[in-house]
């Protein structure tokens, strides 16, 4: 009688160590020229493989290193997924009408609410809370102090519509912390800041050989 593939396991650290961290994966046997134990390109059973993957799922498995628990998810198979931005304003009414002079389409009556979303590029989306919604949840928060440590940055198509995008921000009273220049990295770039002091930073490509 053949004896049962995990016996060895028990005597072997090595390979009890290997296989737990093989996961879900595939196991091909090392000799690839074999049609019975190895894979034989692609045309083999590969029977070595196709023992040892059920002795490596069972839960009882007495592989010394194998952990009594469910492994849990791998960054592999993480599902979290980068969704939306979320600022804090003081003036909702006041913030929506600036992100919309930028070009973020907030809905109709957004003004007036405490919780508002804007579509963006790639889908992702631009969220904006009073401080009063957060407080309603999160009863000790208060406003950061100091200088922003977070900006948005959106893309222009040229450094000609940087240049014209900041005026037509600062002609309607946004707040403005660096005018544009040609900066040392090769883009077109301006700083605005919204009603709350967060950086809004504009900028462009500069054409090749600027």
Same mark, same amino acid.
């Given at each position: 009688?053949?004896?049962?593939? !995990?016996?060895?396991?028990?005597? !072997? ?15 091909? !046997? ?181």
């Amino acid at each position: 009688m053949a004896r049962p593939p !995990h016996a060895g396991f028990t005597q !072997h650290s090595d390979p009890a160590r290997l296989l737990p961290a093989t996961d879900d994966a595939t196991i091909v !046997h090392g000799d690839s020229d074999s049609a019975s134990r190895g894979d034989d390109r692609g045309r083999g059973r590969d029977r070595t493989g196709r023992l040892l993957e059920p002795v490596r799922s069972e839960p009882a498995c007495p592989i010394p290193s194998r952990p009594a628990w469910r492994r849990g998810p791998t960054v592999g198979r993480m599902s979290a997924r980068f969704d939306a931005i979320g600022m804090v304003v003081s003036d909702m009414a006041a913030s929506v009408a600036f992100y919309r002079r930028l070009g973020f389409a907030f809905p109709e009556g957004a003004e007036e609410q405490g919780h508002v979303e804007a579509g963006l590029p790639g889908g992702l989306r631009l969220l904006l809370d009073t401080e009063e919604v957060v407080r309603s949840f999160h009863t000790e928060w208060e406003p950061p102090s100091g200088g922003g440590r977070t900006s948005l940055a959106l893309r222009c198509d040229s450094p000609a519509e940087v240049d014209a995008l900041f005026a037509e921000m600062a002609g309607a009273g946004s707040r403005v912390e660096l005018k544009p220049w040609d900066a040392v990295w090769g883009q077109r770039y301006a700083v605005l800041l919204d009603p709350d002091g967060n950086g809004v930073d504009l900028f462009a490509p500069l054409p090749a050989g600027d």
